[in-house]
Structure formats: structure tokens, C-alpha cells
């Protein structure tokens, strides 16, 4: 379920000029300077996670359709309720918003009884909050209703329903299961004391970074899970070493806590380092994978993913860690290349004269030659890089990153994409020249949109090839619709369970049931194999890419 939230009086956001945004599956950006208020965007998904774990449950509803307030507590960072509240001189209370946008395919006599919107009251400087239960415009009027497990029922007309809170409910839940990970990760000070007596009398204290365990707490998690009985657990100790094996190119990666769990010893292709002779960004790339993947939040929260890392290692950061979140990352950056080739919305946020902040979509596409200014093009040029692969979009960018992962060659070409409509046009040809000029090796990639084998062509996918060609760009249009109709029967099933299948050809991933959501294209496209992908135009093309 989509959820749009707006939040009023919260830090640097008045009510008169509140922030909203859509929370959905994927990635999301929010783009800003210094002070901008993007990390508080961040971090109240954070301070008022205590408030969704109590949403989470059915019993306070009761409590609170009753028109009653009920008690939560801020995390140990907030030292007073009154440093979340926002400075402007108003008694108002905070305000969250949750309005609830069903999918299609849910279940129409539940949405019809589903709450539309939730409204949260929070009075200023206390840890107790009011909630109106809205169904279309009007709020549920204050009464002592009952709750049998899903809904709640009005006693007083035959215990009929008047509220089915279950998928509501499963909102909160998420709310209260995000994990989030502050900016200086590799400030930390991951082993608090270098007197090993002294390691040995706190190793059992909890450390932590807001949701990053650090010092000895973690070198002792990190043996128990690897070592433990817990089969699961042993296996994402290993899926982080893998992934850690294939980003930084290792043949051989074995990770082990030292004697009093001090440190981590790291055994690369044959030498042995201890975690403070590895370079900051590899030291980064596990502490937060190692937390994460423990932890299996359904939002990863991350303050300036960018920090200590090449433009090149930016990316497969957030890739990487977004497969271990089960709905998908919210990062705050500087980079604005980086949020153009990696999320799926970005929000611009702006720090107004009057103090507080604004947020609002980031609407402009750049050019391709702008974009590749942004991503700092240069640096991967210093390391070999002489391939561009333009592509339609953020979610065909991850699925065929993950494709050229096959040839081994994902760190040979730079991906860009389009924006599909947005950059696929017959006023093109001045953006792809530039492009050209810049990089002599140059592709695209992009999707027919056929609904069947005869239809012909949009015009403007046929305009746009013809540019290409005009620039030297060698483009390849799929013969298939799109991207996810390459997604095999096997790879879908074992991301997505045995009630879904594979797409034909031409069919449209909407139109199908069940359906996915795009940005769950690439977890499917990391589960299939180059036999599979080789007997295809597409394969066939990005080995062409990969070879020539």
C-alpha cells in the first residue's frame, strides 16, 4: 500500500508549510545542501518509531477511537520531546498525516471499510499521542468500539464492522521496523578502548551509532551469527561476504573476529588485515551490511550514503544494501547524480528565508552529458572505464546492472537512464552527441513496447533510433516489450513465490495477476542465470557490449 505522508510542526517543518511525501517499495531520494532539512526527514522516521511499534498493534486503537490519548517514548538521541517540535511560536501539536492509496489489486470490500487517512496528534512537549480514523472525508465519530483481531466493531449496532485496521496495521509495522544509519560511519570509533582489559569489562555493554551497533557488541554478534546454529543467520553472513567478494573484485574473502573480540580479521586473496588496515570505504561497506542484513528492517534509512566512497562505489552501495530491506531505502545526499541513476522519486529539499524548509519533487532531467558531469565521469575514466549504456530508466539501470554482473563486466560500463519519455524523443540528437563526444563507446538500450510481435513501433522509439545512429550510437531496440518480459518462470518464483510467472513477451507487467512492482525487477534479475539470459536479443546485445 501507497502511503502519502505530511508532517507539520516537526523540527525545520512549520504546519503552514509541512512536508509531504510518498512512501512506496523502492528507492527515494532527498536531494539538498547543508541544513537543508533533509536528514530530518530522515530522522523522523527514526525519533517517532516507538510511536509506530504502538500503532502497530490493534489494542490502543480502541483506546484511541475512543477519543483517548496513549503514551510512547522518543529514542535516547531525543534528550527532550520538546527538541523535535518545531521552533515556530505556536502552541499547536505536531501532526502526521498518513492518507492510504490501496493497490489495485487489493481486496474492494476491505478498502471500502479500510481507513482512507489516519491524522496522529502529538501536543507539543509531551510523549502522548490522539489519532482520528478518517473513512473518506469524514472521521470516525468517538465511541467505545471493540476489536476482534483485523477491525473494529461498534457493539451498539450488532458488533457490525466499521473499520478493517489489518492492512493499516501492516503500515505501522513497517514504520516501525526501518533502520536508520547516521552519516560519519567511518568517524566511529568502532572499538572504544585500545586497554584489552578494559575491552573485556564493556564488550557486553550495548554501543551503538542510533541503529548501528559498534565495538565489541558487534565483533561478539558478528562471531555468534557466523559460528551460531541458526542456519538463516549463517547464511546472511555469508551473502554479506559474498557481496562484499564481488564489489570490491576479491577471489577470496573470509571475515573473523580477533581473540577478546577486539577486531575483525580479514583474510583478501591470501594476506591477512585487521579491520583498521582496510581502506575506509570497505570498512564502511561491512559495518553497515553486517547491521542491516542482521537486522532485515523493511526501510533502510541512510544519512549521505555518498561519504568516503568513489563515484563508482556510491552506487553498488545503495544497490547492495537495498536488497536487504523488504520495502526499499529513503537516503539524504548531496549527490545529485547519484539520486538521478539510483532512486526511484527524488525530493528536493530547501531551507526558506523565513527558516523553515520545503520540499517538493524534483522535477528536471538533465541532459546525458549533464548527468555524466554529475557522477563525476572523469574519476571513472581514471579507472578504465570507456563504455556508456544508456537505458529507459532507474529500474532497467539496476536490472541490467545486475545482468552485466553475468559477463563479469558490470564495472567496465557506466549505465545512464533516459527517463523513458523524458529522454526518448525525436529532439534528441544534441544530448547524444554530447554524449558522444565524451565517450567514444557508446549504447542504448530500449524497450520496444510492443503488445505484439507484428505492432509496429511508436514513432518516437523509431525517431529516437535514428538519432542514435545519426550520433554513432549504436542502439538496440528489445524485441520484446520490456525489460521484466526477459525475467525468467525460475528467477520470479524464487523471489516472488510460486503464485506468480513469468511474463510473455508482450504482455504488460500491470496487466497481470499477480502483478510486481518495477522496482522488484532487479531482485529478480540477480536471481537468473547467463543461460538463461544468453538465448535472448538482449543478451545477445550486452555481450556484444561486453565484448567489442
Avoid at 502511503?3 to 517499495?25: G, H, M, S, W
Avoid at 547492495?320 to 539510483?342: N, V
Wanted: aromatic content about 10%; overall charge neutral.
Amino acid at each position: 500500500m501507497k502511503v502519502e505522508i505530511t508532517i507539520k510542526n516537526y523540527r525545520c517543518f512549520p504546519d503552514f508549510k509541512p512536508a509531504q511525501i510518498t512512501l512506496q517499495k523502492g528507492c527515494t531520494a532527498f536531494i539538498g545542501v547543508n541544513n537543508s532539512g533533509k536528514s530530518s526527514l530522515l530522522k523522523f522516521f527514526y525519533e517517532f518509531r516507538q510511536l509506530f511499534q504502538v500503532a502497530s498493534t490493534g489494542n490502543p486503537w480502541v483506546e484511541l477511537a475512543a477519543g483517548r490519548s496513549y503514551g510512547f517514548n522518543f529514542p535516547k538521541e531525543v534528550l527532550t520531546p520538546q527538541d523535535v517540535f518545531c521552533n515556530a511560536t505556536n502552541p499547536r501539536p505536531l501532526e502526521i498525516q498518513l492518507q492510504f492509496v490501496p493497490d489495485e489489486a487489493d481486496d474492494k470490500e476491505e478498502i471500502q471499510l479500510s481507513p482512507s487517512k489516519i491524522v496522529i496528534s502529538v501536543p507539543r512537549n509531551q510523549t502522548i499521542f490522539t489519532a482520528l480514523i478518517y473513512q473518506g472525508n469524514q472521521s470516525l465519530p468517538p465511541k467505545t468500539y471493540k476489536f476482534d483481531g483485523v477491525q473494529l466493531i461498534d457493539p451498539d449496532h450488532n458488533f457490525s464492522p466499521v473499520a478493517y485496521l489489518a492492512a493499516v496495521l501492516n503500515v505501522f509495522k513497517d514504520l516501525a521496523e526501518t533502520q536508520y544509519i547516521g552519516p560519519f560511519r567511518n568517524a566511529i570509533n568502532l572499538f572504544p578502548t585500545s586497554n584489552i582489559n578494559e575491552v573485556q569489562t564493556i564488550q557486553y555493554l550495548h554501543i551503538s551509532y542510533f541503529d548501528i551497533t559498534i565495538g565489541p557488541p558487534f565483533i561478539k554478534k558478528w562471531r555468534e551469527s557466523s559460528t551460531g546454529f541458526d542456519k538463516s543467520i549463517i547464511k546472511s553472513t555469508n551473502n554479506i561476504t559474498n557481496d562484499l567478494k564481488g564489489i570490491f573484485g576479491f577471489e577470496n574473502l573470509k571475515i573473523d573476529s580477533s581473540v577478546n573480540d577486539q577486531t575483525f580479521n580479514f583474510s583478501i586473496d591470501g594476506e591477512v588485515y585487521t579491520l583498521h588496515e582496510l581502506g575506509s570505504g570497505l570498512a564502511q561497506f561491512f559495518l553497515v551490511l553486517a547491521n542491516i542484513a542482521l537486522q532485515k528492517p523493511s526501510y533502510i534509512l541512510i544519512d549521505e550514503p555518498e561519504l568516503n566512497l568513489h563515484p563508482l562505489l556510491q552506487s553498488r552501495f545503495l544497490i547492495t544494501i537495498t536488497k536487504y530491506a523488504t520495502q526499499g531505502i529513503l537516503f539524504a545526499t548531496h549527490s545529485l547524480g547519484l539520486a538521478r541513476t539510483s532512486a526511484d522519486r527524488i525530493y528536493s529539499v530547501q531551507k526558506e528565508s523565513d527558516g523553515g524548509s520545503r520540499v517538493a519533487e524534483y522535477g528536471r532531467e538533465p541532459r546525458p552529458a549533464e548527468l555524466l558531469g554529475e557522477l563525476s565521469f572523469s574519476g571513472y575514466i581514471e579507472l578504465g572505464f570507456r563504455k556508456i549504456l544508456l537505458v529507459e530508466g532507474s529500474t532497467d539501470l539496476k536490472v541490467i546492472q545486475q545482468f552485466l554482473r553475468l559477463y563479469k563486466k558490470d564495472q567496465d560500463v557506466v549505465l545512464l537512464p533516459l527517463r523513458g519519455r523524458e529522454g526518448i524523443h525525436n529532439n534528441a540528437l544534441e544530448g547524444l552527441c554530447e554524449v558522444r563526444r565524451i565517450c567514444e563507446e557508446v549504447y542504448a538500450l530500449i524497450d520496444s513496447e510492443r503488445s505484439s510481435a507484428d505492432a509496429p513501433l511508436q514513432q518516437r522509439i523509431n525517431d529516437f533510433s535514428q538519432l542514435c545512429c545519426q550520433a554513432g550510437i549504436k542502439c538496440h531496440i528489445l524485441k520484446y516489450r520490456a525489460t521484466e518480459n526477459y525475467l525468467s518462470e525460475a528467477a520470479i518464483k524464487k523471489v516472488k513465490g510460486n503464485k506468480y510467472r513469468a511474463l510473455q513477451p508482450y504482455e504488460k507487467l500491470g496487466d497481470m495477476k499477480p502483478s510486481w512492482d518495477k522496482v522488484e525487477n532487479w531482485l529478480i534479475a540477480k536471481e537468473m542465470t547467463l543461460t538463461e539470459l544468453e538465448t535472448t536479443d538482449l543478451g545477445q546485445f550486452l555481450r556484444k557490449v561486453c565484448e567489442e
